[in-house]
Structures are given as C-alpha cells and as structure tokens.
Nanobody, 116 residues
Framework: QVQLVESGGGLVQPGGSLRLSCAAS????????MRWYRQAPGKERELVAD????????NYADSVKGRFTVSRDNAKNTLYLQMNSLKPEDTAVYYC?????????WGKGTLVTVSS
C-alpha cells in the first residue's frame, strides 16, 4: 500500500532554513510526479511545489519562488523540500502528495513553525 512519511519539520527563526523529506513506499516512486502542499492554521491547504517523475521539471507557488527548492532522489524513494529565508507566514503543516489512479494519497504532515 502507498505510504508517504514526512519529516524534518520543527521550530526555526525567521531567515532560517529547513529541509523536509518525504519517504515514499508501496508504489514505483520514479514514475510519478509528486507535490508538496501546506496548510496554515485557519487556512485552506495550498500547493507549494511540484516536481516531475524524473525531477527535470519543477513549479512553485509565487509565495515561495526563489526561496524553496523541490527535489527528489529516485534511488532512495524520497522527495525533498529545501526551505530557505523562512518567514513567519511559512508556518504550516507540510504534506507530500501522490496522485495515482485518480486517487490522492497524503502523508500525515510535518509541522514547520517560523518564529523568533
């Protein structure tokens, strides 16, 4: 069965960096595009970044462009999100998502808190 497990969240000061990971299993990771979403308190879940199956194509939300980098290691079945120059408004639970066979699969998320 599909499993997505996020990690790497935590408390960081404004201007700091974090790298999130999403460990994937139960499917052929290298053949699927993947996405990172986030959900801030009291707000709807929003798309942060996506990456093609081979990693050659990426897209970002305007709010994170130039600060966040999505990548993947298909040999390790792992998706990453490098987050730099973090702002308080980046505080959210971050999720990775797979869409396979018309079904959306989500991890349980990892909490990122940006605060001084």
């Amino acid at each position: 069965q599909v499993q997505l497990v996020e990690s790497g969240g935590g408390l960081v000061q404004p201007g700091g960096s974090l790298r999130l990971s999403c460990a994937a299993s139960g499917f052929t990771f290298s053949t699927y595009a993947m996405r990172w979403y986030r959900q801030a308190p009291g707000k709807e879940r929003e798309l942060v970044a996506d990456i093609s199956s081979a990693g050659g194509s990426t897209n970002y939300a305007d709010s994170v462009k130039g600060r966040f980098t999505v990548s993947r290691d298909n040999a390790k079945n792992t998706l990453y999100l490098q987050m730099n120059s973090l702002k308080p408004e980046d505080t959210a639970v971050y999720y990775c998502k797979l869409r396979k066979g018309g079904i959306n699969y989500w991890g349980k998320g990892t909490l990122v808190t940006v605060s001084s």
